[in-house]
């Protein structure tokens, strides 16, 4: 199928922030590579070898659908670990190819058991610690119920890890709450001890807590968006350059999304431009038509407000975003000629499109961009 786009994956820009990472975080606590959503849209099977080629050895992914996906795309004997969804149907797949998986609820535990001896293998599991985010997790009661399970059926699983996650530590505005589920997960993970059970890495911390909680990176923190070259917020990029000297910024962007210019055309002043009245030129204007639509991916959030490069110039959204086409303003770029490249994500000369608004203190743009472009767009390596 062509493609309307196309996506680049720049290994040099990996190699720079797995080293960024695993320099921060020393050799005493372990790098899980987190690559659910198709890798944060970057493409599993595009980031998984150049990663394992690296060093990565842990991958975590959100669901059995996704773990296989990992399993057979790896090219090394790299750990997967599922963090959320799994399949009933894939419950013997999993135990049998010792892939790891939280363990967020009795039932998921009770499955375990089941499938550990259905296949004769011990289940690897990481104990899934409800500590205040109130999301998944084993509350203290079921805990409480959890642990004479686990001790009677010790000889079908294989306590791999004791994990929670953080709600938001992305923000100082969240410091307090953050504070407190860690101490609540101390806690559990004493009563878990008092009973003889311990994991083997104890987890809690994604990119931001990595990054704000170095007391939280513990055995093992599982970071996604940091290695594909982007801080989950504006202020976890400012409380991170602050402590330092270098105030440039330590990691890179490592995709780059782009079409190419299908049509351009001078709009006279007072025209509409597009569907309906958002948009009416007020001056002369020359327009570009591009071939990617929110149903490739560009969100229609971006109507009106997002920006491409063409030409090394930023070229505003006009309109709204299209199923299939955007329309942007080039009336101030010269030369502008059917077939010129256009950046809808990534760098051109000094210029680079992310989608990290700096007036927006909580910004989760960049996960979601990412993370819905499309699986049939080309994902291509580039040095
Ligand atoms: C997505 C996710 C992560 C990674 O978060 P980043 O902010 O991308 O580093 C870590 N842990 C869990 C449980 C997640 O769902």
Not at 136 to 149: D, K, N, V, Y
Not at 151 to 176: Q, W, Y
Request: hydrophobic share 40%.
């Amino acid at each position: 199928m062509g493609s309307t786009s196309k996506i680049e994956i720049k290994i040099s820009a990996l190699e720079n922030n797995f080293s960024f990472i695993t320099s921060l975080i020393g050799s005493n606590t372990k790098l899980s590579v987190v690559i659910k959503g198709n890798a944060y849209g970057h493409g599993t099977h595009t980031v998984i070898p150049i990663l394992e080629n690296l060093g990565v050895t842990h991958f975590s992914v959100y669901s059995s659908a996704e773990a296989k996906v990992a399993y057979y795309e790896r090219i090394k004997d790299s750990d997967i670990m599922i963090m959320g969804y799994i399949s009933k149907n894939d419950y013997d797949w999993v135990v049998k190819n010792k892939v790891e998986f939280y363990i967020s609820s009795l039932e998921d535990l009770k499955l375990a058991i089941e499938s550990s001896k259905n296949v004769n293998k011990k289940a690897q599991i990481h104990i899934d610690l409800e500590t205040g985010m109130n999301r998944t997790g084993l509350s203290i009661s079921q805990l409480r119920r959890a642990i004479p399970i686990i001790l009677e059926n010790i000889e079908c699983l294989e306590i791999k890890g004791i994990t929670t996650h953080l709600a938001g530590a992305e923000s100082i505005a969240n410091h307090m709450r953050i504070r407190k589920q860690f101490a609540v997960y101390k806690k559990r993970l004493k009563l878990l001890e008092n009973n003889n059970i311990t994991g083997e890495l104890k987890h809690v911390a994604s990119s931001a807590a990595t990054i704000n909680y170095p007391e939280m990176r513990l055995d093992m923190v599982r970071i996604g968006i940091l290695i594909y070259g982007y801080w989950p917020t504006r202020e976890t990029f400012i409380q991170y350059i602050h402590r330092r000297k270098d105030k440039s910024d330590p990691i890179k962007r490592a995709l780059r999304w782009t079409s190419e210019i299908i049509i351009t055309k001078i709009i006279p002043s007072g025209e509409f431009i597009g569907y309906g009245m958002s948009y009416q030129a007020q001056h002369k204007m020359q327009i570009a038509i591009i071939p990617v639509g929110y149903c490739n991916g560009y969100s229609r959030s971006l109507s009106n407000t997002g920006h491409l490069l063409i030409k090394d110039q930023k070229a505003p959204v006009i309109g709204s975003v299209n199923m299939n086409m955007i329309i942007c303003d080039v009336t101030h770029i010269q030369k502008i000629k059917i077939g010129d490249p256009v950046i809808l994500i990534g760098k051109q000369g000094e210029n680079e499109i992310t989608f990290s608004s700096f007036a927006e203190m909580n910004n989760s743009m960049n996960y979601e961009i990412l993370a819905r472009l499309p699986e049939n767009i080309k994902r291509s390596i580039i040095t």
